[in-house]
């Protein structure tokens, strides 16, 4: 059975920075694209950051871009999202997936505030 645990969400000031870990188990991490997404209060899914392990690429949505760096520990079979100079926007509750195009298996969740 495929899961995927989120952690590492709270409340953060603006500018501050957060990590946000995705624990994955029941499947080879490596062999897989993975992705974070975010859902903000009355808005919709929007894709964050996703990364071929398998090749090493990674992608990131404009509004995040020189912000966030999404890595992986394969070792751990975990992906993190590194979250700098955080802003009241990117309050939302972040998912980690399986894919990059489309997305296959999902987390829970986990909430990012960020407010004064």
């Known amino acids: 059975e495929v899961q995927l645990v989120e952690s590492g969400g709270g409340l953060v000031q603006p500018g501050g920075s957060l990590r946000l870990s995705c624990a994955a188990s029941g499947f080879t991490f490596n062999d897989y694209a993975m992705s974070w997404l975010r859902q903000a209060p009355g808005k919709g899914l929007e894709w964050v950051s996703s990364?071929?392990?398998?090749?090493?690429?990674?992608y990131y949505a404009d509004s995040v871009k020189g912000r966030f760096t999404i890595s992986t520990d394969n070792g751990k079979n975990t992906v993190y999202l590194q979250m700098n100079s955080l802003k009241s926007e990117d309050t939302a509750v972040y998912y980690c997936?399986?894919?990059?195009?489309?997305?296959?298996?999902w987390g829970q969740g986990t909430q990012v505030t960020v407010s004064s």
């Open positions: 990364l071929y392990g398998y090749i090493g690429s990674t």
């Open positions: 997936a399986s894919g990059a195009t489309s997305f296959g298996d």
